[in-house]
Nanobody, 117 residues
């Protein structure tokens, strides 16, 4: 049974930092794209960042470029999202997502990030 378990969310002031983790288990994730999405209250879920499990190639939403960094530890089957210079508009539920294109995908339950002024 595949599980993606997020952790690391919390309350932080504007300009602060948080690191989210996504522990992946129950499958080999070779070939998967591992993503972070977020959903703010009353808004649609949006893409934040992506990393390819094998190559480590990354890409980011324009809104987080230069502030967020996605990384992976293949040995621990864990994906990280380092979030710096947090803004009020970064407040959202953050979700881990794993997708093997055209084959299968999985979602975690999410972790809440709240940025306060």
């Amino acid at each position: 049974q595949v599980q993606l378990v997020e952790s690391g969310g919390g309350l932080v002031q504007t300009g602060g930092s948080l690191r989210l983790s996504c522990a992946a288990s129950g499958s080999t994730f070779a070939g998967f794209y591992m993503d972070w999405f977020r959903q703010a209250s009353g808004k649609e879920r949006e893409f934040v960042a992506r990393i390819h499990w094998n190559s480590g190639i990354t890409n980011y939403a324009d809104s987080v470029k230069g502030r967020f960094t996605i990384s992976r530890d293949n040995g621990k089957s864990t994906i990280y999202l380092q979030m710096n210079t947090l803004k009020l508009e970064d407040t959202a539920q953050y979700y881990c997502h794993a997708i093997l294109m055209g084959v299968r995908e999985y979602w975690g339950q999410g972790t809440q990030v709240t940025v306060s002024s």
